[in-house]
Every structure is written in C-alpha cells, then in structure tokens.
C-alpha cells in the first residue's frame, strides 16, 4: 500500500494569501495569483477554502488575536480599557487613511458577514472584559447590541466620504460615541481623547500595523514549521 504523505498545501496557501493581501491588498489578490504562486491549481484552493473570503477571514483572526495580546500588554503597563478601544481604533483609522491597501483590507472585512460574525463575537467578549465595571449588571443582549454600533462607528470613521473632514475630527467624534456607549463618563472620555490626539498618531499607527504584518508572517511560518515536523513524525513511526 502507497504511503499517504502529509500535505503543507492549506497553511502555504494561508501564507501566501495574507502575503499578497498584506502588499497588494485584498482586492488585487486573487485564487489564479496564488494558485501561481505556489505552482497548484485553483481547485487546490478551493478545495481548502471555498471562497477568497474564507481567506480573508483566517488573516482577521489572526488580527483578533493580535489584538487581544495589545490590551493584555497595554493591562500589564497600567493602560485602562478607554485607552485600549481609542488605540485600537486610531490606529486602524490612520492606516486606513494614509494606506489603500489597508482600507481596502480593513473595509473587506468589515463587509464579509463571515469576518463580520466573527468580529462581533470577539469584541463582544473583549467587552464584557475590558469594561466589566463600567457596565456591569449588562445582559448578552446589551453587549451585542452594543457592538453592533460600535462597528459602525468604527466602519464610518474608515469610508472615505464627500464632506471634508479632517481625519483627526472623524476619530474624535467616532471615540467619542463609542466610550459613550460604554458607559464611560464624560471627563474621563475627553481626557483620553485629547491624550491620544496629542500623541503621534502616524508614527503610533505605523508601528502598529507594522508589528501586525510581522506578527502574521510569524504565525504562518509557525504553523507551516509545526505541519512539517508532524510529517516527519509520522514518516518516523511508519518506518
């Protein structure tokens, strides 16, 4: 009987994938692109991932647990949760505004109901967490419906509209309503948002982003490293 070789196909797909999604964007990236890449057929994606969406939502994963360990780091420095929420969301805003490439990708995922589902289902929980005193006695109900406009806020502070307002008064107002939904209070919100203003955003931003593309480099090379070495345990035993 042949013996049945292990496969790296799925996580060099994942590599290639957010390598291309990361430098070209989302939508100049195609399954006929990677496919190339990694000298396969098409079907060979498909057969692993239905859709480029399907995709694009293993990259947003990746983004949330990248998250998760900021506020963890940010917790370890003695940061509170309004400061985490209005990093987070000045971050992606600049990048989005200084970079098509990142609107193009944070926009895509915000429109997918697949990484939709799955933001609301991670942010609700970072929620519950982070602002578990200030809205404590809160249903499930309430956190989800709270997300929910948070998203949008989130999502409008990144489209780029007809009406010339400046970058820096588009994230003010979005952290202004989402601190304000979270039941933040009004001192504590201006002051967070006037610290964070007056910081370098840019400079803040890029370094961010940055760390994000490293980070999702790293992930794929690990679990491409990991695959292989299960392989070759399982060629060992076999002989």
């Known amino acids: 009987m042949a013996r049945k070789r292990f496969s790296t196909t799925k996580y060099e797909i994942i590599q290639v994938a957010s390598k291309y999604f990361m430098e070209v964007g989302y939508s100049n990236t195609s399954p006929k ?39 963890e780091e940010e917790a370890d420095r003695g940061l509170g949760s309004a400061t985490s929420i209005c990093l987070e969301t000045m971050s992606v805003a600049v990048a989005c505004d200084e970079s098509e490439i990142a609107r193009d990708f944070f926009m895509a995922a915000f429109q997918s109901e697949l990484c939709r589902n799955y933001l609301r289902k991670d942010h609700v929980e970072r929620a519950k967490r982070i602002f578990a005193k200030e809205c404590e006695g809160w249903t499930d109900m309430q956190f ?7 998203m949008g806020l989130q999502y409008a502070a990144i489209v780029p509209t007809d009406a010339d307002i400046p970058l820096r008064t588009r994230i003010a107002g979005a952290l202004e309503h989402i601190l304000g939904i979270y039941q933040i209070d009004e001192k504590t ?4 948002i006037q610290r964070l203003l007056e910081k370098d955003c840019r400079r803040i931003s890029k370094r961010i ?12 090379e690990k679990a491409l ?11 060992t035993r076999r002989d």
């Open 144 to 150: 989800q419906q709270a997300e929910l406009l948070v």
């Open 33 to 71: 692109m990677i496919a190339k890449e990694l000298d396969i057929s098409t079907g060979n994606i498909t057969y692993y991932f239905p859709s480029k969406e399907h995709l694009l939502l293993v990259v947003v994963e990746m983004l949330g647990e990248f998250q998760w360990r900021l506020l």
């Open 225 to 235: 490293e990991q695959k292989m070495e299960e392989g070759v345990e399982k060629d």
């Open 189 to 192: 919100r201006k002051m967070e």
């Open 209 to 220: 982003m940055q760390a994000f593309t490293e980070e999702v480099e790293k992930i794929n």
